[in-house]
């Protein structure tokens, strides 16, 4: 790779990078593995958006009820996810979130659809949005969603809800 290639992959790395940062207020990176143990092909990235959708699915039902779409749409958190090949060869994406979400249910979820997930909240927007986008210039992609919905508020809020937000306080005993 010559010189000026590399400066063209490194612009165009800052460029997504700066454009990712600035989609939305990331409150969350997570990184969804595959397993391996009884798997009897390579996931491919079909797989993987396939096991996105369903994940985003399950998490718009568990706060707003089967009618989700109607009330959030596709889903209630804008989101942007890209896919990475690990040094072993296996495919696995990280993903920024911009909402509150059951991090406990996200695991579960995970763990009983493909694999692992690991979240962390968000404190260096800029280093996330750069990690995610680090791929771009090697084949990757990024696939970014803005919830047009992101004021909707669900009528009954859970407690990982409440804690999220901030709105979960102790009342005093009477």
């Given at each position: 790779m010559d010189e000026l290639q590399r400066l063209d992959n490194s612009s165009l790395r800052r460029e997504w990078a700066e454009y990712v940062e600035h989609f939305a207020t990331w409150l969350s990176f997570w990184t969804l593995t595959f397993s391996e143990a009884d798997r009897t092909h390579e996931v491919t990235?079909?797989?993987?958006?396939?096991?996105?959708?369903?994940?985003?699915?399950?998490?718009?039902?568990?706060?707003?009820?089967?009618s989700y779409s109607r009330i959030v749409g596709h889903c209630y958190f804008s989101y942007a996810?890209?896919?990475?090949?690990?040094?072993?060869?296996?495919?696995?994406m990280h993903a920024l979130v911009d909402q509150p979400t059951n991090w406990e249910a996200v695991n579960g979820l995970w763990r009983h659809m493909a694999g692992i997930c690991k979240i962390v909240p968000v404190h260096d927007t800029h280093k996330v949005a750069s990690y995610l986008c680090k791929y771009i210039t090697k084949g990757g992609d990024v696939i970014l969603y803005r919830a047009p919905n992101s004021s909707k508020v669900p009528s009954f809020k859970p407690a990982w809800y409440l804690e999220a937000t901030g709105k979960l306080e102790a009342q005093p005993a009477e």
């Amino acid at each position: 790779m010559d010189e000026l290639q590399r400066l063209d992959n490194s612009s165009l790395r800052r460029e997504w990078a700066e454009y990712v940062e600035h989609f939305a207020t990331w409150l969350s990176f997570w990184t969804l593995t595959f397993s391996e143990a009884d798997r009897t092909h390579e996931v491919t990235k079909d797989e993987c958006v396939f096991k996105w959708r369903r994940l985003v699915q399950a998490l718009n039902r568990q706060l707003y009820g089967n009618s989700y779409s109607r009330i959030v749409g596709h889903c209630y958190f804008s989101y942007a996810l890209s896919f990475e090949y690990q040094t072993r060869g296996a495919l696995h994406m990280h993903a920024l979130v911009d909402q509150p979400t059951n991090w406990e249910a996200v695991n579960g979820l995970w763990r009983h659809m493909a694999g692992i997930c690991k979240i962390v909240p968000v404190h260096d927007t800029h280093k996330v949005a750069s990690y995610l986008c680090k791929y771009i210039t090697k084949g990757g992609d990024v696939i970014l969603y803005r919830a047009p919905n992101s004021s909707k508020v669900p009528s009954f809020k859970p407690a990982w809800y409440l804690e999220a937000t901030g709105k979960l306080e102790a009342q005093p005993a009477e």
